[in-house]
């Protein structure tokens, strides 16, 4: 019998283990299949959070208000009306969550500065909070004695109220220099420890949901000109800052400065069609290519100003709503990101479908095209995060042909529950990571400059207008719970592993035993009748 089993078992092994060249050609036309092999050395692996979600004492040590503070002090804005007042008190969990990533062994840890907790109005000429800016000093020294590299976003969507107050926002221009200002405070403050900044994160949420759907702060509805105004003054602001860190700290202190965007991968319905396959094309430029074409390429895509170009012409208006660079702002922004963080959760199927000019005019309409999603997709948690690995792999490869292979860093991607997993049993996350982890894989072999991979994310936190009813860490917090102890999730473990092994490099150590287990029996069953 043993001598049965060990002939089978070697029978097995080039079955399942894909890693050659001809298996890797075959993986382009099975999306399907998985592919065993190692990152290259040095690749960075980590987790993510971000300030408001995470931090609490909104109103504690010389902390101004945000405008997430001010929207979810308003009834109806969050679901069960709940606030990001306390979060997951990780104002005063800082060394206990340095533990937990001890505890994960990751390489880094992707966090966010919450500008109102360091200057309250958000203008540095009226004044700076000193304990704001020890409290970060603070968490990087901790982050740095356990080894664990600090990337730091100075926005991840929590604007001084007074900024918004005042002057509107993002809908003004007056916050190109304002936010200058606090990000050159910043690199002098921190500069000579972190060397990994990022401008912007998701700025994409930061106009549609900000400024055009009113879900997320400030909750405007601006149809048809708010987010295109506000991402305007974002990518303006990321230029000016990249300048900055260019012209007067980099050759100090040696750090790199980009912009993390999230995008969907939208793939076309019918392949064979091109009014499909330009649908398809329009998703990823009105999302992913709104910010990234002004970086990368000088200006906006052509699609998205002939589109909206036309549509306000349609809607008489003189102008398009979608607003021009100058030939100087053009060679101003080109070229301002020294790697490109990539957040990415999941995929959809596009198609064509024309919106009358006639309608109210939205971002949405501009696009002229309908999002579906598979029945079949995976959607452990809310309806809008379906698993779909293969979508990266080809989200990736956009990215090297459009924008001149960046040094690409995966800034967030993850998946939530909504409800609590059963002892703490998250498969489902564990099923995801391995998908969309595999899939960078195959995108490295595909020659895609990759270079880390951010989980999103280490805690159960708040999920903005969603309030905590969606669970996306690697570790439960219980929020009912005055000290909102942490508990690890079993994809702690499986992630422990992942990057222990730097990927993949054998079916044992990345399918679960009993998985494992019952594959092997199934193929012993299966030759031992035949």
């Not at 709503?321 to 959809?348: A, C």
């Not at 592993?497 to 993949?504: C, D, P, T």
């Amino acid at each position: 019998m043993k001598t049965g089993t060990l002939g089978i078992w070697y029978m097995l092994v080039p079955i399942i283990r894909l890693n050659t060249a001809e298996d890797f050609q075959w993986t382009k036309n099975n999306p399907g299949s998985f592919y065993y092999g190692t990152f290259p050395a040095g690749f960075l692996w980590g987790v993510g959070s971000s300030a408001y979600q995470t931090e609490g004492a909104w109103d504690q040590d010389g902390k101004g208000p945000s405008i997430w503070d001010a929207f979810t002090h308003k009834q109806g804005k969050v679901l069960r009306n709940e606030t990001g007042d306390a979060a997951c008190d990780g104002y005063y969990k800082v060394k206990d969550d340095i533990q937990l990533l001890k505890e994960l062994k990751v390489n880094h840890y992707l966090f966010s500065l919450s500008w109102p907790r360091i200057m309250p109005t958000g203008i540095k000429a009226e004044q700076l909070n000193e304990k704001g800016i020890e409290f970060y000093n603070d968490t990087i020294n901790s982050l740095l004695e356990n080894n664990i590299i600090p990337i730091v976003s100075l926005y991840h969507w929590d604007l001084p109220q007074v900024l918004q107050e005042k002057y509107g926002g993002w809908q003004n221009i007056s916050m190109i220099n304002y936010f200058n200002d606090y990000a050159n405070l910043c690199f002098e403050k921190f500069g000579d420890r972190v060397k990994h900044w990022i401008t912007f994160s998701n700025p994409w949420a930061v106009a549609e949901k900000g400024y055009e759907t009113g879900e997320h702060a400030p909750g405007l509805k601006l149809g048809g000109c708010g987010a295109y105004r506000a991402a305007h003054h974002i990518i303006k602001t990321h230029a000016k800052v990249w300048h900055s860190y260019n012209n007067t700290w980099r050759s100090e202190q040696q750090g790199m400065v980009g912009i993390s965007l999230t995008s969907g991968w939208g793939e076309p319905v019918d392949p064979h069609s091109q009014r499909d396959r330009d649908a398809a094309e329009r998703y990823i430029q009105f999302h992913l290519g709104w910010f990234a074409n002004p970086i990368y390429r000088g200006d906006y895509p052509e699609i998205m100003k002939n589109y909206v170009g036309r549509k306000s012409t349609q809607q008489g208006l003189g102008k398009s709503r979608l607003p021009t660079f100058s030939v100087q702002e053009k060679t101003y922004i080109k070229g301002t990101s020294d790697f490109l963080g990539i957040g990415h959760f999941t995929t959809r199927y596009v198609l064509q479908k024309s919106f009358p000019f006639l309608q109210v005019s939205s971002y949405h309409t501009d696009r002229d095209l309908a999002e579906l999603v598979d029945p079949k997709w995976p959607a452990p948690g809310p309806k809008w995060l379906y698993s779909v690995p293969w979508g990266f792999r080809r989200l990736l490869n956009f990215i090297k042909t459009q924008y001149g292979n960046p040094l690409i860093y995966v800034t967030e991607n993850g998946v939530s529950e909504q409800v609590q997993c059963t002892q703490l049993c998250d498969e489902w996350r564990m099923e995801y990571l391995k998908g969309y982890i595999n899939e960078i894989l195959k995108a490295l072999n595909d020659g895609v400059n990759v270079k880390g991979y951010t989980a999103w994310s280490l805690l159960d936190k708040f999920e903005w207008n969603r309030g905590f009813s969606e669970r996306f860490g690697f570790y439960h917090v219980d929020f009912n719970n005055k000290n909102k102890p942490r508990y690890p999730k079993a994809s702690v473990d499986y992630y422990k592993n992942i990057i222990s092994a730097n990927g993949f490099p054998n079916p044992r150590e990345v399918m679960s035993t009993a998985n494992f287990i019952l594959f092997f029996n199934i193929l012993v069953n299966t030759t031992l009748n035949f």
